[in-house]
């Protein structure tokens, strides 16, 4: 399902941003997880990824906005597992 997908790809996503020294690497990644994001009724992850979308494309890394969509994601995958569960049940991997 998405929910399933993001609940995996965000985080996959979030190490590769703090990973990356490469701008062009880290505003692909931010549009990515502003992307997949925006299905989603997550303004603060998604103010969050479009801000540090925004700053690699200006030349820089924001370590701010970087923190700021880790804690949103954070905050943002508990809730998709726990509505992702009470729509289908518990996982039998969690």
Excluded: C, K, Y
């Excluded at 790809?9 to 505003?27: C, F, G, I, Y």
């Excluded at 954070?74 to 597992?81: G, H, K, M």
Aim: proline share 5%; charged share 25%; aromatic share 2%.
């Amino acid at each position: 399902t998405m929910l399933s997908g993001v609940i995996d790809e965000v985080p996959r996503l979030l190490v590769q941003a703090r990973q990356t020294a490469d701008l062009s690497e880290l505003h692909r990644i931010a549009h990515t997880i502003r992307g997949v994001l925006r299905f989603l009724d997550t303004p603060r992850a998604s103010r969050a990824a479009a801000a540090l979308e925004s700053s690699a494309r200006s030349g820089r890394i924001s370590p701010e906005a970087l923190s700021e969509l880790e804690n949103a994601a954070e905050d943002l995958i508990p809730r998709l597992v726990e509505l992702l569960e009470s729509a289908h049940g518990p996982s039998s991997g969690s």
